[in-house]
């Protein structure tokens, strides 16, 4: 199994059936693979602050959401996060490809990765980075964590992780 | 008539449908007119009442209205592409179009110059486009609901504001309030 496919595993196993995507080469198998599934209705947005949007309504109408995007989007969305998302307290797991970090061959992503974590910090958003394969394995219990609690939770995946460009 | 005048009059053809209202003056004068608990009323975050709304109708089967504004459909102006390539045919996406931002203090928006939200929406591929006066608002809404397919309703009217309290509920209350109206 793919660590994509394993992804997309814990994700139906814990009735996540709504998606909503930014697109992203680190994340596009996973991208894929939700696209393919039958369980999960996907529906890609054009900015990030849309797609939590769609995800706020999703939740009300009775359906687990998640956001799929690049650590970019948390430069995007922080009025969302905090005034829709965390103000009604709603659940949002928010799967992040955490550009800028080690094996980054592009400058201009590193400028946002420093901010990344100070900014979720920042806005006490519970932030999870997976660094090496088998940090994947917590990713059932996060999703069990983002629902048990009504947070949006940041699960920051780094180019170590989807080995390399 | 303004957005108000608008607002009274589609009040008993929306009042038993999922609402998601646009932030500041909308949401305070539909609060004001008629209080429903299926009403949910955006206290912040401009322009995410569309996508909000799109969402909540494709994730379960109730008829759902987003009430919106020409300002706001212009801040998230992508709504408009993700709307018509997922088609509810559950939600209606009502445009108050008064040409300006209201709450704000009714500066110009451009869709009070030469910008037309009607033909942007065609543009962006939404089969169903309707632009209304504001007097004829509520009976297209209701015939809309009627044919229960997804329709843009860009309702054009006069700028203009009344005095309204602004919302003092908790938001965890008409987010749960909305969310137990719309299981019912």
């Known amino acids: 199994m793919s660590i994509s496919e394993q992804i997309v595993r814990d994700l139906v196993a814990n009735n996540i059936a709504f998606v909503t995507t930014v697109p992203c080469k680190q994340l596009g198998g996973v991208i894929d693979a939700v696209e393919a599934h039958p369980d999960i209705m996907h529906v890609p947005a054009n900015k990030e602050d849309e797609g939590m949007g769609l995800c706020a309504g999703a939740w009300m109408g009775g359906k687990r959401p998640m956001i ?7 430069g995007v969305t922080i009025n969302t996060l905090v005034t829709l998302t965390q103000f009604y307290r709603m659940p949002l797991p928010m799967l992040i490809s955490y550009r800028g970090e080690l094996k980054e061959p592009v400058a201009c992503q590193a400028e946002m990765a420093v901010h990344t974590k100070a900014l979720l910090a920042q806005l006490n ?4 980075h997976f660094h090496k394969q088998a940090d994947a394995d917590e990713l059932d219990a996060i999703l069990k964590y983002t629902f048990m609690c009504n947070k949006p939770v940041a699960i920051l995946t780094d180019a170590t992780f989807w080995g390399g460009y | 008539m303004n957005r108000s005048d608008i607002l009274r009059d589609i009040a008993p053809v929306i009042r ?3 609402v998601v209202c646009n932030i500041g003056l909308p949401s305070q ?3 004001m007119i008629d209080d429903q608990p299926t009403n949910f009323y955006m206290l912040g975050t401009m ?3 569309s996508s ?5 109708a494709l994730s379960q089967p109730k008829q759902v209205i987003a009430i919106d504004g020409d300002g706001s459909v212009l801040t998230n102006l992508g709504t408009l592409p993700t709307i018509a390539n997922n088609v509810a045919d559950n939600y209606i996406l009502l445009i108050i179009d008064n040409g300006s931002y209201g709450s704000t203090g009714d500066q110009p928006t451009y869709a009070g110059k030469k910008t037309a939200l009607a033909a942007v929406a065609r543009a962006c591929g939404c089969d169903t486009v309707v632009e209304v006066a504001a007097k004829d608002t509520a009976q297209a ?3 809309a609901l009627a044919v229960r397919r997804m329709t843009v309703i860009v309702a054009k009217c006069d700028s203009g504001n009344i005095k309204v309290p602004v919302i003092t509920k908790d938001p965890v209350v008409i987010r749960d309030r909305f969310m137990t109206a719309v299981r019912s």
């Open chain 2, 16 to 18: 038993d449908h999922l």
């Open chain 1, 68 to 74: 799929i995007m690049q650590n970019t989007a948390i």
């Open chain 2, 52 to 56: 909000i709304g799109l969402g909540l």
């Open chain 2, 29 to 31: 004068e539909l609060h």
């Open chain 2, 141 to 143: 809404l209701a015939d």
């Open chain 2, 47 to 49: 322009g995410l009442a």
């Open chain 1, 125 to 128: 958003i519970p932030t999870y």
